[in-house]
């Protein structure tokens, strides 16, 4: 009699990591297939992926990346919950670090796209 294959339970961040795939390959309107034949992966073990039964290797998720033309990040799930003040301050320093090394072109840029984004509605005020 063949022996039964156990369960393995994977951590929350697998489970995060599915749906943030699926979410992008149906943003591209894209089938399971088409992805699979586009990251040269099975369908079935694509199908694993986005059900959280398996996690990627990295080489694994840069070719996922290239297929739906997003960086590797993209893939990679947010944090469910961020302490606002420590993104504040972190936040912070990084635009301030920005500042200091800038040049004249890449000032006007963030003066630019702050300005836009400040004109957002999506901005909370």
Do not use: C, W
């Not at 694994?60 to 739906?68: T, V």
């Amino acid at each position: 009699m063949a022996k039964r294959k156990t369960r393995i339970e994977h951590a929350e961040i697998v489970k995060r990591f599915a749906a943030r795939l699926r979410e992008l390959r149906l943003g591209k309107s894209l089938t399971q297939l088409q992805l699979a034949r586009a990251a040269g992966v099975a369908l079935s073990h694509l199908s694993k992926l986005e059900s959280g039964d398996t996690s990627p290797g990295i080489d694994l998720l840069e070719r996922l990346a290239d297929a739906l033309e997003v960086h590797a990040t993209s893939l990679l799930p947010a944090p469910e919950t961020e302490d606002v003040e420590a993104g504040r301050v972190e936040t912070k320093r990084l635009f301030e670090t920005l500042v200091a090394r800038a040049g004249a072109e890449t000032l006007l840029m963030l003066r630019l796209s702050l300005a836009r984004y400040l004109e957002s509605p999506s901005v909370q005020r």
